[in-house]
């Protein structure tokens, strides 16, 4: 079946460093992928978004990398600051997104 | 540009009584969708909607939810009767073209059945 997973559920970044997190999508056949940001009470927040026809896209600080081959999603957070510690989900799917369970990103002062 | 609002933001209420969520999307956007986050499950779609119409419901849980979206710039989400299994919080979110289109989220209603 579709399943979309992160490869670590916890991530502690040394402010100033280049954070990466990881995601495994089952789905060969996904054509859209996405990276939501949610702090805590609030709701998931649109980081980037990447289509199949892509393997990598960049926007303010964050770059999303695509692998098709291995089925490997990444997000890449330049200069990590301490706005960025939340809970960041990768999502694939079309009209109906597929979510992960969230890697848990701490920046360390 | 407001962004998705939902209401109330807190939401108690004792097992079996009816409890109804709302959504205000963003305008122009033709898409809503009502997801619910738990620790154990994550994120999960219950609905959408396309320009007022529900589409795909198969995530509703049982027929103690409903949804309708009377217009473009109102929907609902109702659980009767409640149970304290539903606690969770539930979101709301619009996109412009469902496809392809990132989804905005509003920031939640925290539900707790007790």
């Known amino acids: 079946g579709e399943s979309v997973g992160l490869h670590l559920p916890t991530l502690s970044v040394q402010e100033g460093d280049n954070s990466i997190i990881n995601c495994a999508y089952s789905n060969s056949a996904s054509d859209y992928f996405i990276w939501y940001k949610q702090e805590s009470g609030k709701g998931p927040q649109f980081i980037i978004d990447?289509?199949?026809?892509?393997d990598k896209r960049q926007g303010q600080r964050v770059t999303v990398l695509l692998n098709k081959t291995v089925k490997h999603l990444s997000l890449q957070i330049a200069a990590t600051q301490p706005g960025d510690s939340a809970v960041y989900f990768c999502?694939?799917?079309?009209?109906?997104?597929?979510f992960g369970a969230g890697t848990t990103v701490t920046v360390r002062a | 540009d407001a962004g998705v609002i939902q209401s109330p933001r807190h939401e108690v209420t004792e097992m079996g009584q009816e409890v109804t969520l709302r959504c205000k999307p963003i305008?122009?956007?033709?898409?809503l969708f009502w997801y619910r986050q738990t620790m154990m499950r994550g994120l999960e779609l219950l609905i959408y909607f396309n320009n007022n119409v529900p589409i795909d419901d198969s995530g509703m849980p049982e027929d103690r939810f409903s949804a309708k979206m009377p217009n473009a710039s109102f929907s609902t989400l109702k659980i009767q009767p409640s149970e304290p299994r539903d606690s969770a919080v539930y979101f709301c979110a619009s996109s412009f073209t469902g496809v392809d289109s990132p989804l905005h989220f509003g920031n939640g209603t925290r539900l707790t059945v007790t």
């Open positions: 990447i289509r199949s026809n892509m």
């Open positions: 305008s122009g956007h033709d898409y």
């Open positions: 999502a694939e799917g079309d009209y109906k997104l597929s």
